[in-house]
């Protein structure tokens, strides 16, 4: 079964710091980008990261540069966010999902995990 | 930025209507291969979001052919056919071209 599971979501403070995981299986994980993407209480979705399929290329969206940083390690089929100084405006549920190259789209999601940012 | 917009944003529809969303985007979505680079994604609620329409027009695997995804360039529609109880939730667009960037959503609803 083509399935993503992500984990380590929580309560954290202002300015802490978080790692979320995601566990790839029925597909191959080597042959494909992979994303972060997060949708905030209520609102809408939110693109967050991406890396190459070997790591070697990551993309931020403006709002989480240089706090944010996502990682994968192939041989575990697992993809990883670390999330430091965390702000009240990152709460929200993050997702992984495949980036499917020849549909330009993400055609696999997680369930999610949530994140909330508050003292 | 590439700023997708869609309407309307609410969408009551009685079961066995057709139904209309539309999208624009702020800059052109064809690329010189020729396709556009446009997605729908379903989130039905409480659920993750489920992608629908790949490249402007193409069903994704398992889709129902009572979706359908047309336009060109910046104006772009999905059309439900015949609404059942089961499309409830709230579709998105998205543009993959320079990052990506959604539409606000378009959560649709039974009569």
């Known amino acids: 079964e083509v399935q993503l599971v992500e984990s380590g979501g929580g309560l954290v403070q202002p300015g802490g710091s978080l790692r979320l995981s995601c566990a790839a299986s029925g597909f191959t994980f080597t042959n494909s980008w992979m994303s972060w993407l997060r949708q905030a209480p209520g609102k809408g979705l939110e693109w967050v990261a991406n890396?190459?399929?070997?790591?070697?290329?990551?993309y931020y969206v403006d709002s989480v540069k240089g706090r944010f940083t996502i990682s994968r390690d192939n041989a575990k089929n697992s993809l990883s966010l670390q999330m430091n100084s965390l702000r009240a405006e990152d709460t929200a549920v993050y997702y992984c999902?495949?980036?499917?190259?020849?549909?330009?789209?993400?055609?696999?999601w997680g369930q999610g995990t949530m994140v909330t940012v508050s003292s | 930025d590439i700023v997708m917009t869609q309407s309307p944003l609410s969408l009551p529809v009685i079961p066995g209507e057709p139904a209309s969303i539309s999208c624009r985007s702020s800059q052109s979505l064809l690329h010189s291969d020729g396709y556009n680079y446009l997605d729908w994604y379903l989130q039905k609620p409480g659920r993750s979001p489920q992608l629908l329409i790949y490249?402007?027009?193409n069903r994704a695997s398992g889709v129902p052919d009572r979706f359908s995804g047309s336009g060109s360039g910046t104006d772009f529609t999905l059309k439900i056919s015949r609404v059942e109880a089961e499309d409830v939730g709230v579709y998105y667009c998205m543009q993959p071209l320079q990052a990506y960037t959604f539409g606000q959503g378009t959560k649709l609803e039974i009569k």
């Open positions: 490249l402007g027009s």
């Open positions: 999902a495949r980036v499917n190259s020849q549909y330009a789209a993400f055609d696999i």
């Open positions: 890396i190459k399929r070997d790591g070697s290329e990551k």
